[in-house]
């Protein structure tokens, strides 16, 4: 869970960084302001029970976030998406934190479905999804502008709980 003080933080170690920018939707924080702006939307959102956002920590350092960028309750399906601080890049960080996130999504909320997107260009985010027990779905062509202007691709990983807990039974 979020807090105001996380911000130094997040805009240090990710947020302001124009490598991790490359591979997400948003562009690099300017300042801490902006990065104080989102932490406190967020932690406003905290109050709605369906608001799935946490913090990655090390060592009681922040270096990452994953969170539900989207979900819909009917079907009960979620897409989640994650960035982490370039320094922790390529350790297992995001694997296991997208393990216990799933773990939690699909026994604790009862998600039926989770997907994750990456862009083509980021295989390194397609090898943290396959890890984590996702499987390769396809390439959804010109569905996500990009921060140049332009439609770009991005490859599709799902998880269905029923085939996630079986694989992941010794799981907790």
Same mark, same amino acid.
């Given at each position: 869970?979020?807090?105001?003080?996380?911000?130094?933080?997040?805009?240090?170690?990710?947020?302001?960084?124009?490598?991790?920018?490359?591979?997400?939707?948003?562009?690099? =924080?300017?300042?801490?302001?902006?990065? !104080?702006?989102?932490?406190?939307?967020?932690?406003?959102?905290?109050?709605?029970?369906?608001?799935? =956002?946490?913090?990655?920590?090390?060592?009681?350092?922040?270096?990452?976030?994953?969170?539900? &960028?989207? =979900?819909?309750?009917?079907?009960?399906?979620?897409?989640?998406?994650?960035?982490?601080?370039?320094?922790?890049?390529?350790?297992?960080?995001?694997?296991?934190?997208?393990?216990?996130?799933?773990?939690?999504?699909? !026994?604790?909320?009862?998600?039926?479905?989770?997907?994750?997107? =990456?862009?083509?260009?980021?295989?390194?985010?397609?090898?943290?999804?396959?890890?984590?027990?996702?499987?390769?779905?396809?390439?959804?062509?010109?569905? &996500?502008?990009?921060?140049?202007?332009?439609?770009?691709?991005?490859?599709?990983?799902?998880?269905?709980?029923?085939?996630?807990?079986?694989?992941?039974?010794?799981?907790?």
């Amino acid at each position: 869970t979020y807090t105001a003080d996380d911000a130094q933080a997040m805009f240090d170690n990710w947020c302001s960084d124009p490598e991790v920018a490359k591979t997400v939707t948003w562009v690099p =924080h300017p300042d801490v302001g902006s990065t !104080r702006q989102l932490v406190s939307a967020w932690v406003k959102s905290y109050q709605n029970p369906s608001f799935y =956002h946490w913090g990655i920590e090390m060592g009681g350092k922040l270096i990452g976030d994953i969170s539900v &960028v989207s =979900h819909n309750e009917q079907q009960m399906t979620c897409e989640v998406g994650y960035c982490l601080s370039r320094a922790y890049w390529n350790q297992g960080i995001m694997t296991e934190a997208l393990e216990l996130v799933m773990n939690f999504l699909f !026994r604790e909320v009862g998600f039926e479905r989770i997907t994750l997107r =990456h862009f083509p260009d980021n295989p390194a985010s397609g090898r943290v999804m396959q890890k984590a027990g996702l499987a390769f779905e396809g390439i959804l062509r010109r569905t &996500v502008r990009h921060k140049d202007g332009q439609l770009t691709d991005v490859a599709l990983f799902a998880a269905l709980k029923d085939e996630w807990l079986k694989a992941h039974r010794d799981f907790h």
